[in-house]
C-alpha cells in the first residue's frame, strides 16, 4: 500500500497475513524463546507480536467500526496507535546499542518508517507515507541479509558480519 501497488482503499489486503503468520508467528517465536531463556529474543518478538495484533485490531475495528470511533476521529486515531509504536519501536533501538551494528540500523529504520507513516498520515503527505514504504523495503532487506547469516550459523557456516556496536564497555 505504501508504495502504491495495493491501492489505499484496500487496507484489509493485509490482513491475512499479518494476524495468521505474522503476530501468530511472532508471539509462538516469543514463547519459544522463554522456554529456551533467551529474554531478549522473547523481548523482540513479543513486542513485535504486540504490534502487529494492535495493527489488526486498529485497521479491521476502524474499517467495521467496532470501536464506534467517528470518521473525524480516525485520522487522530491512527496517529495515537503511530505516536506508541515510534516510541516503543524507538525504546527497543536504544535497547539494541550494545548489540551488532545491524540490529540497531535495523530498528532504527523500523522507527523511522513508522515515524514517516506517523507524519504522512496526521500531517496528510502521500510522499512521506511512500518514503516509508521504501524504507520497509531496506529493513526487510536488512532483516532478510540478518536471517540468512542465522540459518548460516545454524546449519554449520560461517556468520555473516554485522558490524561492531554502536556502543562498548
Do not use: C, N
Not at 491512527?78 to 516503543?88: C, D, E, H, K
Not at 522507527?111 to 523495503?137: D, H, K, M, N, R
Request: net charge negative; no cysteine.
Amino acid at each position: 500500500m505504501q508504495t502504491g501497488y495495493v491501492p489505499a482503499d484496500a487496507v484489509g489486503a493485509s490482513m491475512a497475513i499479518i494476524v495468521p503468520a505474522t503476530a501468530v508467528g511472532q508471539l509462538i517465536a516469543a514463547l519459544w524463546a522463554v522456554a529456551l531463556g533467551q529474554g531478549a529474543v522473547a523481548a523482540v518478538f513479543g513486542i513485535f507480536s504486540g504490534f502487529w495484533f494492535s495493527y489488526a485490531a486498529l485497521v479491521l475495528g476502524l474499517t467495521h467500526g467496532w470501536f464506534g470511533i467517528t470518521d473525524e476521529a480516525a485520522i487522530s486515531t491512527q496517529g495515537l496507535f503511530l505516536i506508541a509504536w515510534v516510541i516503543t519501536i524507538g525504546v527497543l533501538t536504544l535497547g539494541t546499542l550494545r548489540l551488532p551494528a545491524a540490529f540497531t540500523l535495523l530498528f532504527g529504520l523500523i522507527t523511522v518508517a513508522l515515524a514517516l507513516v506517523l507524519y504522512g498520515t496526521v500531517g496528510e503527505s502521500p510522499g512521506a507515507i511512500t518514503t516509508a514504504g521504501y524504507v520497509a523495503f531496506t529493513f526487510a532487506g536488512l532483516g532478510i541479509y540478518m536471517f540468512i547469516g542465522v540459518l548460516s550459523t545454524a546449519t554449520g557456516g560461517k556468520p555473516v558480519p554485522l558490524g561492531p556496536p554502536v556502543l562498548s564497555s
